[in-house]
């Protein structure tokens, strides 16, 4: 059941140690970073360690990224007194699966990955980018029929789509990485995954990646559906080696990884609703966004839905609250209404992210491409909430016990304020129990929930909060058959322990 709780620690590696070289006297890469880093994330109870950005750069995204104006303000927006020197290009634009040479390089991460196995216990998920190679990957030069070539009518009617690169004197004009809805990735070419070549090639650099990490976060992962590929380059030259129409690379792919590690993690990102198809060709977890899209629309009530429908009989969800994408949490959520919404994500039965900052309450979003980050100042509030939380969950049934949504019912006749609710129970096979309870609204607010636990029928219980001082003695039956009173606070919740008085 240990699927209830996964914790992922993700990190931009190259800031990190930018970050550590301008604070320390010494040099960092890989092998001397600081132990007391990774002791505080086990002590969390962090089960895996994501370094984005880990491979060796591409100068010509670099090089891209301080030339388009447009990321600019982005970057002026995460550090204001920003330079040149700063950006160092996009951690997505792959040029080889290669650890990069500042960091250390290949037998330093070896070493590296063994350190946090022995030591502390951590796991290492890294990326991996199936859509395209950067602009100045080996792979272009010496593999160019891998990637799609764009005719010349297409080059005149948009040059936002393609670039020209020489290879060995002559000229060829690619397509730029991209999906159906957002500009062109300039800084890569885009894979043709038609050619039985480039599905052979693709899967023999994802089997060395599974030997070096213990999972893969795989990016943009539906633009590999053979539907959307098509739909998306149907209109470029095909390749000679073409494959079956509806020939699915993932379902191949992961079968054959799986057979040789069964225990190795595949993670989705995806969007458009495919998250069921990717996880019906074998993925373990899909990181989509949709309970966050809904916790910023704020709609209780399609938040409850989701929760009921999804988590009632399956734990393949990758949740945050913020990531390298989107915008600093504690930024877009008032302190209380955080406390509330991370409380929710972090006991839903899942797997969860925890992303550099997030835990000290930093509100500046940090652009990718560079490698310094502003300054702030710990939220010491918000820290030692969060410690509190995930220590709390580490002591509970949420690790290994059974989900059940619960539907919060009207504390009194009229009373509309259950609607504010969102309450769940897990109980495990010792019969420990721990009930989750959160009023997502800015108004104090009371229900009932119903706990239909077996165990209840005829004993007397103390329910202790988890996350405060509070605790009270309640009646088994009246628990079970009418249901349990709560009044909370504005955005409280709580994780109420389940203690049998005998």
């Given amino acids: 059941m240990k699927m209830n709780h996964r914790l992922v620690y993700q990190i931009d590696i190259r800031e990190f140690v930018s970050r550590l070289n301008e604070s320390k006297s010494k040099t960092h890469n890989l092998n001397n970073l600081p132990d007391d880093f990774f002791s505080e994330l086990q002590g969390l109870g962090v089960e895996f360690f994501w370094p984005l950005g880990i491979y060796e750069p591409s100068k010509a995204s670099q090089q891209i990224s301080i030339s388009m104006k447009e990321l600019h303000k982005k970057y002026s927006d995460s550090l204001p007194d920003w330079k040149e020197t700063d950006v160092i290009g996009s951690p997505y634009a792959i040029t080889q699966y290669r650890i990069a ?16 196995k022995n030591k502390f216990n951590l796991k290492i998920i890294l990326d991996f980018v199936p859509n395209h190679f950067a602009l100045d990957s080996p792979v272009v030069q010496k593999h160019p029929e891998f990637f799609i070539r764009v005719p010349l009518k297409e080059t005149e009617i948009n040059s936002e789509i393609s670039t020209t690169i020489k290879i060995k004197d002559k000229e060829y004009t690619f397509a730029h990485g991209k999906e159906p809805y957002s500009p062109a990735w300039k800084d890569t070419l885009q894979l043709d995954y038609r050619s039985r070549k480039v599905c052979d090639f693709m899967f023999k650099e994802l089997l060395k990646l599974s030997e070096k990490c213990d999972g893969v976060r795989c990016d943009m992962s539906m633009l590999l559906l053979s539907d959307i590929f098509f739909n998306n380059w149907k209109n470029f030259p095909l390749p000679a080696d073409y ?3 509806a020939k ?28 069921n198809d990717l996880l019906d060709l074998g993925f373990d977890y899909v990181y989509e966004k949709k309970l966050y899209d809904l916790l910023i629309d704020y709609r209780i009530d399609l938040i409850n839905e989701y929760i009921k429908k999804i988590f009632s009989f399956q734990k393949k969800r990758f949740l945050f609250i913020e990531n390298h994408d989107e915008q600093r949490s504690a930024y877009v959520f008032p302190p209380d209404k955080l406390k509330a919404i991370a409380t929710l994500i972090y006991t839903l039965p899942s797997m969860k992210l925890i992303y550099d900052g997030q835990l000290e309450g930093k509100k500046i979003h940090h652009a990718i491409q560079l490698k310094r ?15 509190l939380l995930l220590h709390s969950i580490k002591k509970s049934s949420i690790i290994d016990g059974y989900f059940k949504f619960l539907q919060p019912i009207p504390a009194w006749e009229g009373n509309p304020a259950f609607y ?53 003695i309640r009646d088994g039956d009246e628990m079970f058959n009418s249901g349990l009173y709560l009044d909370l606070k504005p955005y409280q919740s709580q994780i109420f322990e389940f203690i049998r008085q005998d």
């Fill in 420 to 472: 504010n609710f969102i309450t769940f129970l897990y109980e495990n096979d010792n019969l420990k129990k721990d009930l989750i309870v959160i009023n997502l609204s800015p108004y104090q607010s009371q229900c009932k929930v119903k706990i239909e636990s077996y165990d209840l029928k005829g004993k007397k219980f103390l329910i202790k909060d988890r996350l405060s001082d509070e605790q009270y």
């Fill in 243 to 245: 494959v079956p129409v």
């Fill in 101 to 116: 040479k500042s960091l250390g390089g290949e037998e330093v991460y070896k070493k590296f990955r063994l350190k946090l």
């Fill in 373 to 387: 980050i502003c300054q702030e100042n710990i939220n010491y509030d918000l820290k030692n909430f969060y410690k």
């Fill in 248 to 275: 699915e690379f993932w379902y191949d792919a992961i079968k054959k990884i799986k057979q040789r590690n069964p225990d190795f993690i595949f993670i989705a990102e995806v969007y458009w609703s495919r998250d």
